[in-house]
């Protein structure tokens, strides 16, 4: 079974500096997706970066990147120039890639508690 | 303009009562989700439906019943609710099995 991992429970980080969130997961298969989610306080989730795992290039999204390690099975999320409003709770998410119906099913690490310091 | 939208926002009820959440989306997708985060907020699948049609049930108590009476509502009723079922549930929607998950802004259950 798929596993996700995510070993930062809290993490903090000043104003305008960068921080990087861990991710490791654990799967058999050679092709799926990795998201990062992130849930500010109003509890919406919001989909921040999404990487597919046969493409080589790391993801980026603005301030947010992505350093996918396929090999090492890691997908750690880095945001730079950081802002009062990133502070959320941050998840991590895996998603099989093929067809039937359980590939569809998100499959989340327990979250990283961000706090940004001004 | 709410795309994926749940009624109620916040519930909060009795040991042993029966309760529903509603949830619909205006985004024209076929494939519904029911997340379940607990107080540690951990996050995990309930149920989906496609085209109105269960296609995961995850190992959820048979008090849990979905109901998708058409590719834009899928409605969670609760029967008997048990302290352990107090959590935040949030419904999702994609636009066939393989795309991008629109998630709601989340029901907060209480049971006391």
């Known amino acids: 079974a798929q596993t996700v991992t995510q070993s930062q429970p809290e993490m903090s980080v000043q104003e305008a500096e960068t921080v990087t969130l861990s991710c490791t997961y654990d799967?058999?298969?050679?092709?799926?997706?990795l998201f990062w989610y992130k849930q500010p306080p109003s509890r919406q989730m919001i989909l921040v970066i999404r990487?597919?795992?046969?493409?080589?290039q790391n993801a980026t999204e603005n301030r947010f990147s992505v350093n996918f390690q396929k090999a090492a099975k890691s997908f750690s999320l880095k945001i730079s120039d950081s802002q009062l409003g990133d502070a959320a709770m941050y998840f991590c998410?895996?998603?099989?890639?093929?067809?039937?119906?359980?590939?569809?099913?998100?499959?989340f690490g327990t979250g990283t508690l961000l706090a940004v310091q001004p | 303009d709410t795309a994926v939208s749940q009624t109620p926002k916040y519930l909060v009820t009795q040991m042993g009562n029966d309760k529903s959440i509603k949830c619909e989306q205006n985004?024209?997708?076929?494939?519904m989700y029911w997340y379940k985060q607990d107080s540690k907020k951990f996050l995990k699948i309930m149920f989906s439906?496609?085209?109105?049609?269960?296609?995961i049930n995850e190992t959820v108590p048979n008090r849990f019943s979905p109901k998708s009476p058409d590719k834009a509502h899928l409605n969670l009723h609760i029967n008997s609710l048990e302290l352990g079922d107090s959590a935040v549930y949030f419904c999702?929607?994609?636009?066939?099995?393989?795309?991008?998950?629109?998630f709601g802004p989340g029901t907060r259950l209480t049971v006391l």
């Open positions: 999702a929607s994609s636009q066939g099995l393989y795309n991008e998950q629109f």
């Open positions: 985004l024209g997708h076929d494939t």
């Open positions: 439906y496609n085209n109105k049609e269960l296609i």
């Open positions: 990487q597919e795992a046969y493409k080589q």
């Open positions: 998410a895996y998603r099989r890639k093929g067809y039937g119906g359980a590939t569809n099913k998100l499959i």
């Open positions: 799967t058999s298969e050679s092709d799926y997706y």
